[in-house]
């Protein structure tokens, strides 16, 4: 599938310091679809959904928020700490949704790693499939996030 | 041979086309002069073709705005009284039904494009912008930085207020960029102010103070702005604050104390383990010198070698037990700091019999 000329602009308003300072695509410089599509593939593949993921990410994010910055443990599986600013982050897709400012940090107690997003993140993975572009600092990589997660 | 002159030709009728849109999109795009009305009374003929809020800077309106026109904080509404068409999509998240009814805009999304009129508050004749150099800027914890802006212009605003700090472009970040934080020095001071600055994880202006920023440097500051600021009752007071949040609490305490208000006031102070707390020793002086000043500084999660002796929780449990202990009083709450805790602790005053009207709350985020 080709990249049109909309999603030429959303790519646009990905690139550092112009929604945020380091963008959402990293040092990705394949076209947008490409990055969507790829990763599409590899959820199929592993036999989830986009929703899947993003409802779990999600769940740890809303029991992490009672923390109020402290860490909060989660099914005794993984330990949150959210950490919220002032003001949203308007998605680069421009269709009006605001996240928060807030930066989500999840340890796996199994697995003893961790990885960082933010509500935008959720809100791209579960509303457009994009799990943002090699490189960037919140990619969240489609079967590393499956398996941290314990979905696969 | 045949190739090469393909290609100059194709190179050639690009070139045509891109001068063509470029003259196209300066003729199309081309407003000209048009007037702006502001309040009825006063008019400016302004170059048409950018934002309301910038076209309104130009003339030396300045609209609060904590994102600085990018569309994602909300605050630089203006009443628009002509026709400028539709809400646009981007807009709508932030207006509510009373709002889109009466025609009020985002001054960031709407652009000039004819002779416009707007209503906005008399109060925003008085914002500046001020020409400051940075004098001091001090560690005060790990990821919160105190930086003092001098300037040679005198400053008039309430403990409380917030100021916009602009920061040049740098790095891959192509334009300035505008954001809001709350005065952390008392009225008194006219020739500068003092901002707390804590590092936000890929926060364009927050990276600059803390990865750029040096003393002596330039830089300019719009204000002031806000409605945060103590109100002149004789309720018990009861500041909630975490993190940064404490600069304007700070302020308003200072300036309690210059002004010998003797009011019944409690500080709740948040952090979450002692590498995180900070002016204890000036809020330890505060207590002495103010009658009824308490402050209360809670972890949340003090670390072994902290040695903490003092309250211990979620801020929101330690001001649930102390008002419970306290007993029904009138009391007014003045809060800073996340969003997600100022939401907690509404709850919890609520629940102490505090109304949300007399509870006080910067509205950044």
């Known amino acids: 599938m080709k990249q049109t000329p909309d999603l030429g602009k959303v790519q646009e308003n990905m690139k550092a310091g112009q929604i945020t300072g380091p963008g959402f695509l990293g040092s990705d410089e394949r076209n947008l679809i490409d990055i969507i599509r790829e990763d599409e593939q590899k959820i199929s593949e592993l036999g989830l959904t986009n929703e899947i993921i993003a409802d779990k990410l999600e769940m740890l994010m809303r029991q992490g928020e009672k923390g109020f910055g402290s860490p909060i443990v989660v099914d005794n599986r993984f330990v949150v700490i959210v950490d919220e600013s002032r003001g949203y982050v308007p998605c680069p897709f421009r269709h009006g949704n605001l996240s928060k400012k807030v930066n989500v940090n999840v340890r796996s107690m199994a697995l003893k790693k961790d990885i960082d997003y933010t509500p935008i993140s959720i809100h791209l993975i579960r509303e457009h499939g994009f799990y943002q572009g090699k490189g960037s600092l919140y990619r969240l990589d489609p079967e590393e996030v499956a398996k941290f997660l314990e979905l696969i | ?365």
């Open chain 2, 1 to 365: 041979m045949q190739i090469l002159i393909t290609a100059l030709v194709l190179g050639g009728i690009s070139a045509v086309l891109a001068a063509i849109i470029s003259v196209a999109d300066a003729v199309l795009n081309n407003y000209g002069d048009v007037k702006l009305t502001v309040n009825g009374s006063k008019s400016y003929t302004v170059k048409g073709g950018s934002t309301l809020l910038t076209t309104l800077a130009g003339e030396k309106i300045f609209v609060p705005s904590a994102c600085g026109g990018k569309g994602s904080c909300g605050l630089c509404k203006v009443k628009v009284l002509s026709d400028i068409g539709p809400i646009l999509p981007t807009e709508l998240p932030y207006l509510t039904t009373k709002e889109k009814s009466e025609n009020v805009r985002l001054s960031c999304q709407v652009k000039v494009k004819g002779d416009i009129s707007i209503e906005i508050p008399e109060g925003l004749f008085n914002i500046r912008e001020y020409a400051s150099t940075v004098s001091t800027i001090k560690d005060l914890t790990h990821d919160i930085k105190e930086v003092f802006f001098s300037f040679d212009d005198d400053i008039n605003f309430r403990a409380g207020q917030y100021v916009q700090l602009i920061v040049p472009p740098y790095g891959e970040i192509k334009e300035s960029t505008m954001r809001a934080y709350s005065m952390s020095s008392q009225p008194s001071i006219k020739n500068g102010v003092e901002l707390l600055i804590r590092l936000v994880p890929n926060g364009i202006v927050t990276t600059y103070v803390h990865k750029y920023l040096k003393e002596k440097d330039e830089v300019r500051l719009l204000g002031p702005f806000g409605d945060f600021f103590l109100r002149n009752t004789d309720a018990d007071i009861i500041f909630i604050a975490g993190g940064s949040g404490m600069a304007p609490i700070k302020s308003i305490i200072l300036d309690m104390k210059e002004k010998g208000i003797k009011r019944n006031a409690y500080y709740f102070f948040g952090a979450r383990s002692k590498k995180d707390l900070f002016y204890l020793d000036l809020m330890r002086e505060i207590e002495k010198e103010v009658p009824n000043f308490h402050f209360i500084p809670a972890l949340s999660s003090p670390l072994p070698e902290d040695n903490w002796q003092g309250e211990f929780g979620l801020i929101t449990d330690v001001v649930d037990r102390y008002l419970t202990e306290q007993g029904e009083i009138e009391r007014e709450g003045y809060l800073c700091g996340s969003p997600g805790m100022i939401n907690a602790c509404i709850t919890v005053l609520g629940k102490h019999k505090i109304p949300e009207n007399r509870i006080y709350f910067d509205k950044f985020g």
